[in-house]
Nanobody, 124 residues
Framework: VQLQASGGGLVQAGGSLRLSCAAA????????MGWFRQAPGKEREFVAT???????YYADSVRGRFTISRDNAKKTVYLQMNSLEPDDTAVYYC???????????????????WGQGTLVTVSS
């Protein structure tokens, strides 16, 4: 599965951005699609996942501010980010996994396909 992330950029605190991740995969609808991020000097962390069967999970740090969605016809997953904070500054990665169990959706090691990352910078 080839993934292409886009939509990053520079935004002021309180602003919004929408990230997109397009997949070159005809069976896109059967994959769990996730977003992760890696801030400077930190490890990559889970942000959100939209499972193949419609379940959505968020990290506590973004719940209520970020919204993950997917369009299976367009083979694209989105991350709408509102009320951005400087701590949201990171490279954001989309990832795909094959039908994860409930306990694994936050585990980046369970995602076998990754996009190249898109940089989001939030200025204070």
């Amino acid at each position: 599965v080839q993934l292409q992330a886009s939509g990053g950029g520079l935004v002021q605190a309180g602003g919004s951005l929408r990230l997109s991740c397009a997949a070159a995969e005809r069976t896109f609808s059967s994959y769990d699609m996730g977003w992760f991020r890696q801030a400077p000097g930190k490890e990559r962390e889970f942000v959100a996942t939209f499972t193949w069967n419609g379940f959505i999970y968020y990290a506590d740090s973004v719940r209520g501010r970020f919204t993950i969605s997917r369009d299976n016809a367009k083979k694209t997953v989105y991350l709408q980010m509102n009320s951005l904070e400087p701590d949201d500054t990171a490279v954001y990665y989309c990832a795909a996994a094959t039908r994860l169990p409930y306990s694994a959706y936050e585990d980046q090691n369970k995602y076998h396909y990754w996009g190249q990352g898109t940089l989001v910078t939030v200025s204070s």
